[in-house]
């Protein structure tokens, strides 16, 4: 799914935290969104994903504005995943009920995916007793079952251990490759931009910094901003 | 759905639940009974020292328990649900079923807290019932009465029968609760 997003500006009591002027993404390419806290990442992404309304301008879905039809082609992934209080199969297995999908197909798609993120050990299992890790991979084992055209992620790897990382990593990437799907994905860990993404956006008070592809904006960064929050962060890590 | 949507007077709308939620029984029955008494409004309907009064009564004390603990639980957890289940791309028919089935023991803590409220009352059913033996007698005014007359092991039976049907109800519930 192509996303052009055009003079997105998000207003909270007054206060400008969002003003994105021209933004687009191209399809079947991952993107990812790097910048400081408060930086208006996850607003980004909460107004893609339609669930919050910007003060100003407007986002196109393949040449269209949002409708209940784009709704269903896209998913958005929050850092805090909510599972359904029922089994791992059902939880992945819900978009595919709500869509009216036939029982077998259904049980023959939950069954590949569950392989894929190596979860088909918890089929059966209670899906609010699992881990953090085996949580994340079941949202997104939930998020990817119905073939989205656009996935947005807001920090699909908080908080997860080295191993899943890499296995959720691979996943995302593997899947975009095969199905084309676009991917943005907001992170904090630069090494993980650097590890999945085409292109990246660096985002500082809510206004974009500096955009271009993973390698130039990481590596050979322009922007004074944009070297200064890469610096820090080689640091830390 | 309440707790969910963001409406003009929410904050009005709360307060007054959590007004209702702690309403003095002994004023609700006497706001029914003034209501339905001969000279009241309904009146004509002929209905005070009746089982319906008494329900009339009853219905407006638990609502609010039931409505309220039900809107204060749905405000965050409802939202994450609502915002779930849109993402993956439900309608509002798909959010309503999900949030029914999520907040299921929500719903359930809920309708056991207003069965004890309900269980336990005898203020509003006395004014509105008017503990007519028979007909609109109930297992708490039938323990005062007998109190009031110094039949104490009768009250005390009758407090047991009470505890022991209040025990059963909430151990069934329970049982289904812990079973989820």
Same mark, same amino acid.
């Given at each position: 799914?192509?996303?052009?997003?055009? /003079?997105?500006? !998000?207003?909270?009591?007054? %206060?400008?935290?969002?003003?994105?002027?021209?933004?687009?993404?191209? !399809?079947?390419?991952?993107?990812?969104?790097?910048?400081?806290?408060?930086?208006?990442?996850?607003?980004?992404?909460?107004?893609? +994903?339609?669930?919050?309304?910007?003060?100003?301008?407007?986002?196109?879905?393949?040449?269209?504005?949002?409708? %209940?039809?784009?709704?269903?082609?896209?998913?958005?992934?929050?850092?805090?995943?909510?599972?359904?209080?029922?089994?791992?199969? !059902?939880?992945? +297995?819900?978009?595919?009920?709500?869509?009216?999908?036939?029982?077998?197909?259904?049980?023959?798609?939950?069954? !590949?995916?569950?392989?894929?993120?190596?979860? /088909?050990?918890?089929?059966?299992?209670?899906?609010?007793?699992?881990?953090?890790?085996?949580?994340?991979?079941?949202?997104?084992?939930? +998020?990817?079952?119905?073939?989205?055209?656009?996935?947005?992620?807001?920090?699909?790897?908080?908080?997860? /251990?080295?191993?899943?990382?890499?296995?959720?990593?691979?996943?995302?990437?593997?899947?975009?490759?095969?199905?084309?799907?676009?991917?943005?994905?907001?992170?904090?860990?630069?090494?993980? +931009?650097?590890?999945?993404?085409?292109?990246?956006?660096?985002?500082?008070?809510?206004?974009?910094?500096?955009?271009? %592809?993973?390698? /130039?904006?990481?590596?050979?960064?322009?922007?004074?901003?944009?070297?200064?929050?890469?610096?820090?962060?080689?640091?830390?890590? | 759905?309440?707790?969910?949507?963001?409406?003009?007077?929410?904050? =009005?709308?709360?307060?007054? $639940?959590?007004?209702?939620?702690?309403?003095?029984?002994?004023?609700?029955?006497?706001?029914?009974?003034?209501?339905?008494?001969?000279?009241?409004?309904?009146?004509?309907? *002929?209905?005070?020292?009746?089982? =319906?009064?008494?329900?009339?009564?009853?219905?407006?004390?638990?609502?609010? $328990?039931?409505?309220?603990?039900?809107?204060?639980? @749905?405000? *965050?957890?409802?939202?994450?649900?609502?915002?779930?289940?849109?993402?993956?791309?439900?309608?509002?028919?798909?959010?309503?079923?999900?949030?029914?089935? *999520?907040?299921?023991?929500? #719903?359930?803590?809920?309708?056991?807290?207003?069965?004890? &409220?309900? #269980?336990? *009352?005898?203020?509003?059913?006395? $004014?509105?019932?008017?503990?007519?033996?028979?007909?609109? &007698?109930?297992?708490?005014?039938?323990? =005062?009465?007998?109190? @009031?007359?110094?039949?104490?092991?009768?009250?005390?039976?009758?407090?047991? =029968?009470?505890? $022991?049907?209040?025990?059963?109800?909430?151990?069934?519930?329970?049982?289904?609760?812990?079973?989820?």
């Amino acid at each position: 799914m192509d996303i052009r997003i055009k /003079d997105i500006v !998000k207003k909270y009591d007054g %206060k400008t935290v969002l003003n994105v002027e021209n933004l687009c993404l191209s !399809k079947g390419k991952i993107y990812g969104i790097i910048g400081p806290n408060g930086s208006g990442k996850s607003t980004l992404l909460k107004i893609i +994903a339609g669930l919050e309304e910007s003060t100003k301008g407007k986002i196109l879905y393949n040449n269209q504005m949002l409708s %209940k039809v784009i709704m269903k082609k896209m998913t958005y992934v929050s850092q805090n995943p909510y599972l359904f209080r029922t089994t791992v199969f !059902k939880n992945i +297995a819900y978009p595919l009920k709500i869509r009216g999908i036939d029982k077998e197909f259904t049980y023959k798609s939950v069954k !590949k995916i569950m392989e894929e993120f190596e979860i /088909d050990n918890l089929q059966n299992q209670l899906a609010t007793s699992l881990s953090g890790g085996e949580s994340q991979k079941v949202v997104l084992a939930r +998020a990817l079952i119905f073939n989205p055209q656009l996935l947005l992620l807001d920090e699909p790897t908080a908080n997860i /251990d080295p191993n899943t990382i890499e296995l959720i990593e691979r996943t995302i990437v593997k899947i975009n490759r095969e199905k084309n799907i676009t991917i943005f994905i907001v992170t904090h860990n630069v090494g993980q +931009a650097r590890r999945i993404c085409d292109e990246v956006i660096f985002l500082k008070n809510g206004t974009v910094i500096e955009q271009g %592809k993973t390698e /130039d904006v990481i590596l050979k960064p322009k922007n004074s901003e944009t070297k200064k929050f890469l610096s820090l962060e080689y640091h830390m890590s | 759905m309440l707790g969910l949507k963001k409406l003009k007077y929410k904050k =009005v709308f709360a307060r007054i $639940i959590n007004t209702f939620m702690s309403l003095p029984p002994v004023v609700v029955g006497l706001v029914v009974a003034l209501m339905i008494s001969r000279r009241g409004p309904l009146g004509y309907l *002929e209905l005070l020292f009746t089982p =319906v009064a008494m329900i009339i009564a009853q219905t407006l004390l638990v609502t609010p $328990i039931i409505t309220g603990i039900i809107f204060n639980n @749905s405000k *965050e957890r409802g939202q994450i649900i609502k915002q779930v289940c849109k993402t993956l791309g439900g309608d509002r028919f798909d959010t309503l079923l999900l949030l029914i089935k *999520e907040m299921r023991i929500d #719903i359930l803590i809920a309708v056991v807290t207003g069965f004890g &409220r309900a #269980i336990s *009352e005898v203020g509003a059913v006395m $004014i509105v019932g008017g503990n007519i033996r028979g007909h609109t &007698r109930v297992m708490t005014s039938f323990i =005062v009465m007998n109190h @009031s007359m110094g039949n104490y092991s009768t009250s005390i039976a009758m407090g047991i =029968v009470l505890l $022991i049907i209040s025990f059963i109800t909430n151990s069934i519930l329970y049982n289904y609760m812990a079973g989820d």
